[in-house]
């Protein structure tokens, strides 16, 4: 089962979908008064950390007169997951509280639990977030990293991230946590104090960032294997400032960004820009207005909102589509006169492109091949901070609770009678989530407090 790159799987999470199935065996007395009862579950007791245990309390409410005595049995497990047997004795509202044991079993185990007595069995089918938590190298200035957003990736099995500038000769740390085994390596590569630094993505074997400096602009790549580090100075030394942001890997393994050159304050040229790193090759590809944040497609095309600025107000015009084969672009009018599409983009693996317009507190899904949007509401007034998340045909939205200051993950999902929402539960000391990444394989992490959270595909 993968954790977020199967829709099945979230769903059967987070909350605890429960199928009740009555069932009688051979030996086993017939029920025939009509008493049974009904199963649910505590949603905070789905979640815990990988070798401890997790409490999972489990509600069995009477009907038609139900009582005696239950039984609740983990049926079937993975390997490494256990549970006692849980006996209550049901005289009304009973709460079972089972103790699972996950040894070394982290993602989104699916767990079985049948609560049985007098003849009438029921059973809860649930999936608790299972997370790895590993501790950051603090002489890699890492105890609190409150990475920015894009500084941090997933590819094949690791997390990595980059906090920045940390030591008087300007080097940085490039940290890797391994989701399944938690193991940490530390490449230090060269970045100036004054540096700074966005992005990160991976491609022909090196972490690439982007690094502005004033007028000075380079994409950087580092092996973490061997630590060989390639510079790729971006514009012309011309007194212009010039800065790169955006960067996105292509399917083909070229790396896509956003650039822009500005003289007096006024951006005056903004481009989409593409590096070969196989030939070395860079090609910018100029568009009249603002292309951010760049997000690139299952089928390699690049997406990203087109903006505008009278001067007072930024808008959201249209989405455009970049064809980084063709060198065509392709707008798409979102529809709404005063729309401001507040987050990146995220793209399923069947092409719809999810966006999130702020003033409108509407969740835009643009189907490309009939060029047309599904709208839903979404109160984003009590909300901020979005970013958004595709694996697979599963999307997933971070965002800041505006109420309780506290950062939270939901899983969207479009459905014909509206816009469903499951929480995505986290965990950690603080309120805010640091450097969150999903994996195309459907892996989650974030930093929180000095720690990785680790929930890798299962």
């Not at 690049?302 to 970049?322: C, E, K, Q």
């Not at 719809?352 to 949007?373: G, M, Q, Y």
Request: charged residues 10%; aromatic residues 8%; glycine residues 10%.
């Amino acid at each position: 089962m993968r954790f977020l790159g199967q829709l099945s799987a979230l769903t059967l999470m987070s909350a605890l979908l429960l199928t009740a199935c009555g069932s009688t065996g051979p030996g086993t007395p017939t029920d025939t008064t009509g008493a049974t009862f009904t199963l649910a579950v505590e949603p905070d007791s789905l979640v815990g950390l990988v070798g401890e245990r997790t409490t999972v309390q489990i509600v069995v409410t009477p009907q038609n007169g139900f009582t005696g005595e239950v039984t609740a049995t983990l049926v079937n497990p993975p390997a490494g997951v256990t549970a006692a047997p849980v006996h209550g004795n049901v005289q009304g509202a009973t709460t079972l509280t089972m103790q699972l044991q996950t040894g070394g079993v982290s993602g989104v185990p699916k767990l079985n639990v049948v609560v049985s007595g007098k003849g009438v069995s029921k059973t809860s089918h649930l999936a608790p977030y299972l997370y790895r938590s590993v501790a950051m190298p603090t002489d890699a200035g890492c105890d609190s990293c409150q990475l920015i957003n894009g500084a941090t990736t997933i590819h094949d099995g690791t997390y990595w991230m980059t906090p920045g500038p940390t030591t008087p000769t300007g080097t940085s740390p490039l940290i890797g946590v391994n989701l399944a085994t938690g193991a940490v390596q530390t490449t230090q590569y060269p970045l100036g104090v004054s540096d700074d630094h966005s992005g990160l993505t991976f491609t022909q074997n090196k972490l690439w960032m982007v690094v502005n400096n004033g007028f000075h602009t380079r994409l950087l790549g580092v092996n973490p294997k061997d630590g060989s580090v390639t510079s790729v100075p971006i514009g012309d030394d011309d007194g212009v400032i010039h800065t790169l942001d955006s960067l996105v890997a292509l399917p083909d393994q070229r790396l896509a960004f956003h650039y822009s050159r500005t003289d007096d304050y006024v951006v005056y040229t903004t481009s989409i820009g593409i590096y070969s790193p196989a030939d070395g090759s860079i090609n910018l590809y100029p568009w009249e207005g603002t292309l951010w944040p760049l997000t690139v497609a299952p089928d390699g095309q690049i997406w990203a909102p087109n903006y505008t600025d009278d001067g007072t107000r930024t808008t959201t015009v249209s989405l455009v589509r970049f064809n980084p084969t063709t060198h065509v672009f392709t707008s798409f009018d979102v529809g709404s006169f005063d729309s401001h599409l507040s987050s990146n983009l995220a793209i399923t693996k069947n092409g719809d492109v999810w966006s999130v317009d702020e003033r409108a507190s509407t969740i835009h899904v643009l189907h490309p091949a009939s060029k047309t949007f599904d709208h839903f509401n979404f109160d984003t007034f009590s909300r901020g901070n979005f970013q958004l998340f595709a694996a697979g045909d599963a999307v997933f939205l971070r965002y800041l609770d505006l109420d309780s200051f506290s950062e939270q993950i939901v899983q969207l999902s479009a459905q014909p009678s509206g816009l469903k929402v499951a929480a995505v539960p986290t965990l950690g000391p603080n309120k805010y989530l640091s450097g969150v990444a999903v994996g195309a394989d459907g892996s989650l992490a974030y930093e929180n407090g000095g720690k990785a959270y680790l929930l890798p595909s299962f």
